[in-house]
């Protein structure tokens, strides 16, 4: 049964009549996307630390945990924000990477990749992979531990911090020791049963998905790219554990499910943790549901473990 809490928040946003993302311009979907978040989200917490850079043109913001000294070396996690690859900014997962930052003891440091339809794929994997490099040489001057250093995300940036633990392994330079993954995008094809099942009716509809989806990747046979789908890459081996989360009500549920299996069956650790009553984008919702404060403890758990 979907939580009553995530039903009582599907029916408020039906009789406020707020529109369809796909109904909307990219523009009109990123401004209302940032409006919308004070309602559901909770406030941000005061942390430690909190201050904007830039790398190679890529917008970042670094993050450190209340209680930590400006000289400690910390344990970092690169976080990719969610938004379908088209919507979402530093601003909209501000209290999210606030969130993980406290609680796991991590600096965190949140990239503003760039987002279709002005930079289509792979333009955001490249930022997301060059926002990374740049983490790793600059870590002294960050006061981060390079090798201590996780990547993560939620939907189109969980996608994204799998597709950059798979690039740092190829490329041999870039050594990562957690991925953390929350409801990602793992597979462009949107074939699984959980788009039928889920693909209407829970917030993430799959005219939405068609709508991300054609705005970030312009040609289909790109969807075989597993830098577009990482289900896809043949070769799941040899990659850093890695912490899956997936909500029952989410169309992306099933592509989770099965990169946490293909993961598995690949010799790599994987962990995978359902809530089943929730639906996609509901970390981000602790203002009224409470699974979302429980979840972002887990998270943040399983991040402070992973780089003790």
């Known amino acids: 049964m979907l939580h009553p809490q995530a039903q009582a ?18 523009a009109q979907a990123r401004a209302w996307y940032r409006e919308r978040r004070t309602f559901t989200q909770p406030d941000p917490p005061e942390i430690g630390a909190v201050r904007d850079l830039e790398a190679r043109g890529i917008p970042l913001r670094s993050y450190r945990p209340l209680g930590s000294a400006a000289a400690d070396v910390l344990p970092v996690l690169v976080y990719y924000h969610g938004g379908g690859w088209v919507i979402g900014d530093l601003d909209t997962h501000d209290t999210l990477c606030r969130q993980l930052c406290n609680q796991s003891g991590c600096a965190v440091i949140a990239v503003d ?15 997301a992979i060059a926002a990374a490099r ?31 633990a798979i690039a740092a392994r190829d490329a ?14 793992t597979d ?28 970030y990747i312009p040609d289909k046979a790109q969807d075989l790219d597993w830098r577009a789908s990482p289900l896809l890459q043949p070769d799941l081996s040899r990659l850093p554990p890695a912490f899956v989360l997936t ?14 299996h293909a993961l598995s069956a690949a010799g790599t650790r ?19 549901l409470d699974e979302a404060n429980a979840a972002v403890q887990l998270c943040a758990s399983q991040l402070r473990q992973a780089l003790a």
């Open 9 to 26: 928040l599907l029916r408020l946003i039906e009789e406020k009549g707020v529109p369809p993302t796909h109904t909307l311009t990219p």
């Open 113 to 127: 990749y760039r987002m279709g339809p002005e930079h289509r794929f792979p333009a955001a994997v490249d930022d």
């Open 134 to 164: 740049w983490v790793r040489a600059n870590a002294a001057a960050l006061k981060v531990d390079a090798s201590r250093m996780a990547v993560g995300g939620d939907s189109a940036g969980g996608n994204l911090a799998a597709v950059v």
């Open 172 to 185: 041999g330079d870039l050594p990562l020791a957690f991925q953390l993954l929350i409801y990602p995008a």
């Open 188 to 215: 462009q094809r949107r074939r699984w049963p959980s788009h039928t099942s889920n693909g209407q009716g829970y917030l993430l509809t799959q005219d939405t998905m068609d709508y991300f989806h054609d705005h």
């Open 247 to 260: 909500a029952g009500y989410d169309p992306l549920r099933d592509e989770g499910l099965q990169y946490a």
């Open 270 to 288: 994987s962990t995978l943790v359902n809530f089943e009553r929730q639906i996609h984008g509901f970390i981000t919702m602790g203002r009224v």
